[in-house]
Structure formats: C-alpha cells, structure tokens
C-alpha cells in the first residue's frame, strides 16, 4: 500500500474512530509530539459497520432542502451513531444540503449485528429521494452485482 488517506468526516474514519476508546485527541497529540505510549491504543472489541445516505440525484447534482425525519429518536440509542454532512437546517428541522447527507454507524458484537443495527437505524430515517447501498458488509454470496 503506498497511502490510505482518512479524513474524519470520511465513511471510513467514521466506522474505525468509535472503535479507539479513550481519548482520540491525547492520542493525536502524543502521536504530534512524537511521544506514543508504547503498545497498542485500547479498542472497543465490537465490530462498526457505517451505511452512507445520500440524495436523490447523487453525485451529479444533489437535490437538497428536503426535511429529513427521524433523526431525533437515534440520539439516545447507544449502538447507533449518525454522522451529519450534508445537513442544514435546524436541529428541529434538518433539511438535506448536500449529496452524502448521514453516515448511520451500528454497534454490535459482530459485523452481522453491527450491520444490523445500521441498517435498522436507517429504516427509521427518511426524506424524499433517500438513497443508500444495501450491500454494506454483506456476506460476499449476498451482494448483488
């Protein structure tokens, strides 16, 4: 491999990063500082899995302004974590603004609980032209080519 570049507010930092348990930034700082504890940073052992929702019309020309629903009864569930990028609006209101609007993480066990519990968060959101893969950590016999 010659580079793997995550920024945070990628899918693929958002499936990895609840997994560091601790404090991520005293990591990063000691890492800046060149003074990384020696061994492994602790992880939390149970498997994330990360389902991206996007607007109608992504990537090409993203509709945008359609309330987003069901949002608010994710907030106290503490084995799911919604990521917000292409959201405006209000906290009450929140509208899509953007192509990728939700990145949906569950937590589980295993990869087939932690998918389920993704999946079935984002059953319970919505918005006119919602759009996500339904493949995401699929056994490879499930995936649909």
Do not use: K
Request: hydrophobic share 45%; charged share 20%; glycine share 12%.
């Amino acid at each position: 491999m010659l580079e793997y570049n995550v920024r945070f507010g990628d899918p693929e930092a958002q499936v990895v990063l609840p997994r560091v348990a601790g404090d991520l930034a005293e990591l990063l700082a000691a890492a800046a500082a060149g003074a990384l504890p020696a061994g492994r940073p602790a992880c939390d052992p149970d498997a994330r899995v990360t389902v991206v929702c996007a607007t109608e019309g992504y990537p090409a020309s993203p509709r945008t302004g359609d309330e987003i629903h069901g949002l608010a009864a994710l907030a106290a569930d503490p084995v799911v974590s919604v990521f917000c990028a292409g959201v405006g609006g209000t906290p009450e209101r929140p509208v899509t603004a953007g192509g990728r609007v939700l990145a949906v993480t569950g937590r589980g066990p295993s990869i087939a609980e932690a998918r389920s519990v993704a999946y079935d968060a984002v059953a319970g959101i919505s918005w006119p032209g919602m759009q996500y893969r339904t493949d995401i950590a699929a056994h490879p016999s499930e995936v649909v080519t």
